[in-house]
């Protein structure tokens, strides 16, 4: 015969939510900042397509008109696909690290290492005259990011045991 699991009286607690430090909610806004300065990036590049086909030209002087506008098609292709995808990735970073999500930590640092690659790689590849500019000041939003999201008044955010969160 079965026997009814015994229950107290009392309804359970849901834990209450920890309100993360000062500098998580800092690096989450820089987060947000991150995905404004890729989707400016996204717009100037689309902006500045005039800019984009001198840069190509002065580079490969040779191109003929189709080449031109293939190469142009590709840079602009590549700019909206990898801003989209920049924008996409900051928010979740922004929204995984406000949450506390110890995971969402070293994501950030390993997407701020592709970050720094990419960006040492765009000074090499022909693009619109303002988009190293952004690039930069993308990259530095993260940094400051990482720095917050790292330093000593942020740790034990990260490290609540996950009945807590």
């Known amino acids: 015969m079965y026997e009814p699991y015994p229950t107290s ?5 849901e834990p209450q939510p920890i309100e993360p430090p000062r500098s998580v909610r800092t690096a989450v806004k820089l987060m947000y900042a991150g995905a404004a300065g890729s989707a400016l990036s996204m717009i100037i590049t689309l902006l500045t397509i005039g800019s984009l086909k001198s840069a190509i030209l002065s580079r490969h002087p040779d191109y003929t008109a189709a080449q ?3 190469a142009q098609g590709v840079g602009i292709g590549s700019a909206v696909i990898g801003g989209l ?3 996409g ?3 979740w970073m922004a929204w995984a690290n406000g949450r ?3 995971w969402a930590r070293i994501v950030s640092a390993v997407f701020f290492g592709i970050n720094t ?3 040492i790689i765009s000074f090499a590849v022909v693009h619109a005259a303002a988009a190293p500019i952004i690039g930069v000041v993308v990259w530095l939003i993260g940094l400051g990011a990482i720095v917050l999201i790292f330093n000593k008044e942020s740790g034990p955010f990260y490290q609540r045991q996950p009945a807590q969160r």
């Open 9 to 13: 009286s009392q309804p359970a607690q």
């Open 68 to 70: 031109l506008h293939s």
């Open 85 to 87: 995808i920049a924008i």
């Open 89 to 91: 990735l900051w928010l």
């Open 100 to 102: 506390g999500r110890g």
């Open 117 to 119: 690659l990419d960006l």
